[in-house]
């Protein structure tokens, strides 16, 4: 996502499926099966190495007693609709036993409060968070992935990914993390991660990513305090509980249809030679990226011709709201919409772009947003409720980018290199138009990785808009894109 500052690479914050009683399994990865992403069944039982695993943490630095937040609260209940949770992906040099890796997650559990807490609905339909007593994060440690020489299979990968949108998480039981790991006798691994987003952000998935690596490199990981929610960061006052009882009963559709997972990642000079010339034209990268994928998309889809196209983008609130690497949900959104014109031209709509979003001004908005979720919550917003708000023409958009920017940390922890980034990723439910791209975008050592999920992706969406952005930096060759290919679903 983008950061509430304007920077020449912003970070990116947030976005926005599943049925369990789909036909067929949501564990094909490459061309097997395997048992461990059939359900979430399998992800109950973590190995723990013969021992117990211990997460426990003094109740005087755990605090659970305050009642979620209107943006946690709303993005809970969507997840009662769609499944509302973050994934990401990390490519890593060097690789772990299965104790070490039980190790390291019980420690970023025991120093991260909402990684052992979960969310159930009161009496009321009211939630609120209660500790989850000694259960450890799900870990699934994979042997049926695919490598290539150098590093994983790309259809593995994608699939994989797709399976870890495909499962919603459970918020009533917790702990509201699970995550799958694939070691490679390459001396490479692979992790994913996904959190419900209630409680999460895809910032601090990389925060997530950084504190294992930390752990397992034998680095001993501090015990963080609650954090606040946004309503509290921003002075406004608890949502009042409404008087009558909320539906808040699961609903989400029964339907089978499977997310397609691509990625796509730019050369170290094509990123460096995109963020120079926007600076030139007064400009961001980020507003470069979207107006490409602007042009690109209408340059293939005649839907996109004649219509405005709204983009939508979270925002970062950490440094605005001095906060640095806690697991939180932590961002805002902003939106965009550009209507076609006649003449103009690829830089002038990032220009348009960059001014519509204004990152730098999303204090106010956020603090609107607050006052009115918390309004809707306190009048007994539920499910149907939320699944209109979610069909309205004020939340509708055709594109979505989650930019993360650049990674805020080392990517050299240890023995461990993180050498790629891939998401954050959001499952969208059916209900909404299924032509929607979501994008999220990740910078690991000065290359731009993009990851495209979508039930109904533009033919070689990612392709194009790299192809638009080399075109329009026109002092590097094609030579400066480095490709992932487009895969379909299954990775076949």
Known sequence: M???????????????????????????????????????????????????ADVRCSTDTFSMNRRLGSTEHVFWLMNRVV????????????????????????????????????????????????????????????DDARWETDRISDAWLDSAIASML?????????????????????????????????????????????????????????????PRSLDQLYGEADISPPVNKVIVDE???????????????????????????????????????????????????????GKPIRIVTPVDLRRQLDIDDDVGLFGSATRASLAPTIDGSFW?????????????????????????MSELLTKGLDVQGLLRVRESDAVQREITVSNLG???????????????????????????????????????DGRANLTLASFAPLPSFLTGVAETLSSECRSFEGASLSRVPDIKPGGQ
């Open 2 to 52: 983008f950061e509430s500052r304007t920077r020449d690479q912003e970070s990116g914050l947030r976005h926005e499926s599943r049925s369990d009683n789909c036909s067929h399994s949501s564990a094909l990865i490459g061309d097997t099966l395997s048992p461990r992403f059939q359900s979430m069944a399998s992800f109950a039982a973590p190995s723990t190495g013969g021992r117990p």
């Open 83 to 142: 499944a509302s949770h973050v994934v990401i992906a990390a490519e890593i040099d060097g690789i772990a036993g299965a104790e070490a890796w039980r190790d390291a997650f019980d420690a970023l559990q025991r120093r991260h409060p909402l990684l052992r807490a979960r969310i159930p609905p009161t009496a009321l339909g009211f939630p609120q968070l209660e500790l989850v007593s000694e259960r450890p994060i799900p870990v699934h440690h994979v």
């Open 166 to 226: 495909d499962e919603a998480i459970d918020t009533d039981i917790g702990p509201m993390m699970r995550a799958v790991v694939a070691s490679g006798r390459n001396g490479k691994s692979v992790l994913l991660l996904a959190c419900a987003h209630a409680i999460c952000d895809g910032i601090s998935l990389t925060y997530c990513v950084r504190d294992l690596l930390q752990a397992l490199s034998g680095q001993s990981l501090g015990i963080l305090s609650m």
């Open 251 to 305: 609903c989400r559709p029964r339907h089978c249809d499977r997310l397609t997972v691509s990625r796509l990642k730019l050369s170290r000079e094509l990123t460096t030679r995109i963020v120079q010339r926007a600076r030139d034209e007064r400009t961001t990268f980020h507003g470069a990226l979207c107006s490409a994928m602007l042009g690109y998309g209408r340059s293939i889809n005649p839907a996109w011709r």
């Open 348 to 372: 002038e709509d990032s220009r348009a772009i960059t001014r519509e979003l204004k990152p730098s001004a999303i204090s106010q908005p956020t603090r609107n947003s607050i006052r009115s």
């Open 406 to 444: 650049n990674l805020r940390f080392a990517t050299q922890i240890g023995r461990f290199h993180i050498t790629a980034i891939w998401g954050p990723c959001v499952p969208m439910g059916q209900k909404d138009d299924p032509n929607i791209q979501t994008v999220g975008v990740a910078t690991v």
